[in-house]
């Protein structure tokens, strides 16, 4: 019996990780908070779900709360670093 997965209301932070390091990549490593999230919204495209587009319990949309998770993650690996606040840096 084969089994089946519930299609994904909203992209996961896993997948938005791959993505905010293409991003930053293409813009020389750095970008500010508001021009990473359009990158990514603008690279995604029709990827995003009707789900990602929802508000999430503190009013965030669910795909820039899941891409901030991507940062930490990425942070946390040292694929990124903390640098000035608001900027998304690559390490």
Do not use: C, F, Y
């Not at 990473?36 to 999430?56: I, P, V």
């Amino acid at each position: 019996m084969a089994t089946r997965t519930a299609p994904r209301r909203w992209t996961p932070p896993e997948e938005l990780a791959v993505a905010v390091v293409v991003v930053l990549t293409e813009a020389g490593g750095e970008l500010s908070n508001a021009d990473a999230l359009a990158a990514l919204e603008e690279m995604l495209g029709d990827r995003l779900t009707e789900g990602d587009r929802e508000k999430s319990p503190t009013g965030e949309l669910r795909w820039h709360l899941a891409a901030r998770k991507a940062r930490q993650s990425l942070i946390a690996d040292g694929r990124m670093v903390k640098s000035k606040p608001g900027t998304w840096t690559l390490a």
